[in-house]
C-alpha cells in the first residue's frame, strides 16, 4: 500500500511540467523512491549521480543519472530524460523519416558512457572509487509517454537502436505496479 502511494506520487511527479530533470531523478535516488527503478528488472542496487573521471584521455567526465547493479554484481547505466518531448519524436520528409535531433542526442550521450567504460582505466577508477564494477553496460534510456508518439514509431525507434533500451515513463510505473499485484 505505502509503495502504491509511492508510485501514485512519482507518477504527479512526473507529470508536473515544471519539474526538471535534476528533480525527477533526485526523487527516485531518494531510498524510498528506489524500488521505482530496481524493482521492473530485478535490479539489485541503485547508485546516483556519480562523477567519472577520464582516465586515459583529455575529454569531459561522465556523469550518468544511475547505475543499476544486476545479478552478477556488474552495473548497466540509466539516462532519465523529461518525460514530455519538446518537438515531434519523427522529422518527416516523404520516404525519409528520421529520428529528431533530440533523440539521436539522448542516445548519444548514453554512447558516450558505454564508450567511457570501453577502457580499462576508467573501469578500474570507478570500481575503485565507488566500489561499482562496470563492463560493456546495457545503456537504459527512459524518456516521454507513451501518449508522445505512436506504437509504430516507437517499434521503429527500438529497432533503429538494438543496443539500447528505450523506455518510457508509463512502462516504468506500469511495471512497478504489476510487480506490487
Known amino acids: 500500500w505505502i509503495k502504491l502511494k509511492l508510485l501514485n506520487r512519482f507518477t504527479e511527479f512526473y507529470w508536473d511540467q515544471s519539474r526538471t530533470e535534476v528533480e525527477i531523478t533526485s526523487f527516485l535516488s531518494k531510498k524510498e523512491n528506489n524500488f521505482i527503478i530496481t524493482m521492473n528488472f530485478g535490479w539489485k542496487e541503485l547508485f546516483s ?19 543499476i547493479e544486476n545479478q552478477n554484481w556488474y552495473c548497466d547505466i540509466i539516462e532519465f530524460k523529461l518525460p514530455n518531448l519538446k518537438r515531434n519524436a519523427i522529422v518527416w520528409k516523404t520516404n525519409r523519416e528520421t ?21 580499462p582505466n576508467n573501469r578500474k577508477r570507478v570500481e575503485k572509487e565507488y566500489g561499482i ?8 534510456l527512459i524518456m516521454w509517454s507513451r501518449h508522445d508518439f505512436t506504437t509504430h514509431e516507437r517499434m521503429d525507434i527500438k529497432d533503429d537502436y538494438k543496443n ?9 510505473r506500469d511495471w512497478a505496479i504489476s510487480q506490487l499485484y
Open 49 to 67: 549521480e556519480k562523477i567519472c573521471r577520464r582516465q586515459s584521455e583529455d575529454r569531459d567526465n561522465i556523469k550518468p543519472d544511475f547505475f
Open 133 to 140: 564494477k562496470v563492463y560493456k553496460p546495457k545503456r537504459i
Open 164 to 172: 539500447i533500451t528505450i523506455l518510457t515513463y508509463d512502462d516504468i
Open 99 to 119: 529520428f529528431s535531433s533530440e533523440i539521436n542526442s539522448y542516445i548519444s550521450q548514453t554512447r558516450v558512457y558505454q564508450e567511457y567504460f570501453d577502457d
